[in-house]
Nanobody
Framework: QVQLQESGPGLVKPSQTLSLTCTVS??????????WDWIRQPPGKGLEWMGA???????NYSPSLKSRTVISRDTSKNQITLQLSSVTPEDTAVYYC???????????????????WGQGTQVTVSS
């Protein structure tokens, strides 16, 4: 029932800000107790979690990207947005939004499961 759709420019120039929108249908982004992630996958590499926004609006970011990442939401449109500033070609990747749910703890670390994913959108950083 839940569907996520990423949208935004597929080509961004270096030093500019990458901006993507995730439109959610079939479920509210404010519903307890879900989280909404941005995850990316550079070519030939694994998935990299970028950050998330919770049902409450609270955000959390990967330490490696925190300084230039902003995740926000528009509850009236049921949308999650990603802004990644000062991009370089190393930011070229397929970008996904995904829903996450708390799944338990392991060695006192909370774990989350992504149960729904968008199809992903390719973003290329190039001049």
């Amino acid at each position: 029932q839940v569907q996520l759709q990423e949208s935004g420019p597929g080509l961004v120039k270096p030093s500019q800000t990458l901006s993507l929108t995730c439109t959610v249908s079939g479920g509210s982004i404010t519903a307890n107790y879900y989280y909404w992630d941005w995850i990316r996958q550079p070519p030939g590499k694994g998935l990299e979690w970028m950050g998330a926004i919770a049902y409450s609006g609270r955000t959390n970011y990967s330490p490696s990207l925190k300084s230039r990442t902003v995740i926000s939401r528009d509850t009236s449109k049921n949308q999650i947005t990603l802004q990644l500033s000062s991009v370089t070609p190393e930011d070229t990747a397929v970008y996904y939004c995904a829903r996450a749910v708390f799944s338990g703890t392991r060695d006192y670390i909370p774990l989350y499961e992504n149960d729904y994913w968008g199809q992903g959108t390719q973003v290329t950083v190039s001049s």
